[in-house]
Antibody, heavy 124, light 111 residues
Framework: QVQLVQSGAEVKKPGTSVKVSCEAS????????VHWVRQAPGQGLEWMAM????????TYAQHMQGRVTVTRDTSTSTVYMELRSLRSEDTAVYYC?????????????????WGQGTLVTVSS | QSALTQPPSVSGAPGQRVTISCTGS?????AGWNVHWYQQFPGTAPK???????NRPSGVPDRFSGSKSGTSASLAITGLQAEDEADYYC???????????FGTGTKVTVL
């Protein structure tokens, strides 16, 4: 079965960086886009970025560009999200999610599998 | 400001029909991009409820239905049940943002 397993909760100080991992299993890793979505406490969902695990190409939300980097390791079927220059507003649960249809199909098919979420707390 | 706007809350009595609107623009729905809907319970990850405007994944009850027309989309819940009390989000692609976008979210309350 498809699983996305994320790394554990993090507590970071403002100005530092965090790197969250997402290990995929149960499907062909390079065939499906993986996205990062975050949710601040009591707030809505916010799309951050996506990666094509096959070639490694990425797309970032405009307001996140310059602060976030998404990479992948095909040997371990793992996607990483690094967020830099952390501020208190970055406190959120971060989810990795998988696109429903394979990369070969047009994007925006919906996302069907979600990781368990990683709470990142930014506090001095 | 979000590219997709939803009402903050909707409510209905058990058995009633409620609809949740998702207002977009010419850079998402109006450009032909599909809408998807997610259901989220407190403390849990969202779940895909409707994909490609009106399709239900296996296991989603048929009382949930979706539609899209022009620059707007909607999710309807017929025969509202207590277990439907949750947050609902629409999602699409927005070319002016250069990526995906989620709606502002709607809390459904069963009276």
């Amino acid at each position: 079965q498809v699983q996305l397993v994320q790394s554990g909760a993090e507590v970071k100080k403002p100005g530092t960086s965090v790197k969250v991992s997402c290990e995929a299993s149960g499907y062909i890793f390079t065939n499906y886009y993986v996205h990062w979505v975050r949710q601040a406490p009591g707030q809505g969902l916010e799309w951050m970025a996506m990666i094509n695990p096959s070639g490694g190409s990425t797309t970032y939300a405009q307001h996140m560009q310059g602060r976030v980097t998404v990479t992948r390791d095909t040997s371990t079927s793992t996607v990483y999200m690094e967020l830099r220059s952390l501020r208190s507003e970055d406190t959120a649960v971060y989810y990795c999610v998988r696109e429903r249809e394979a990369v070969i199909v047009a994007p925006n098919s919906g996302v069907d599998y979600w990781g368990q979420g990683t709470l990142v707390t930014v506090s001095s | 400001q979000s590219a997709l706007t939803q009402p903050p809350s909707v409510s209905g009595a058990p058995g009633q029909r409620v609809t949740i609107s998702c207002t977009g623009s010419s850079s998402n729905f109006g450009a032909g991009w599909n809408v998807h809907w997610y259901q989220q319970f407190p403390g849990t990850a969202p779940k895909l409820l409707i994909f490609l405007d009106s399709n239900r994944p296996s296991g989603v009850p048929d009382r949930f239905s979706g539609s899209k027309s022009g620059t707007s989309a909607s999710l309807a819940i017929t025969g509202l049940q207590a277990e439907d009390e949750a947050d609902y989000y629409c999602q699409s692609f927005d070319f002016s943002l250069g990526g995906y976008a989620f709606g502002t979210g709607t809390k459904v309350t069963v009276l």
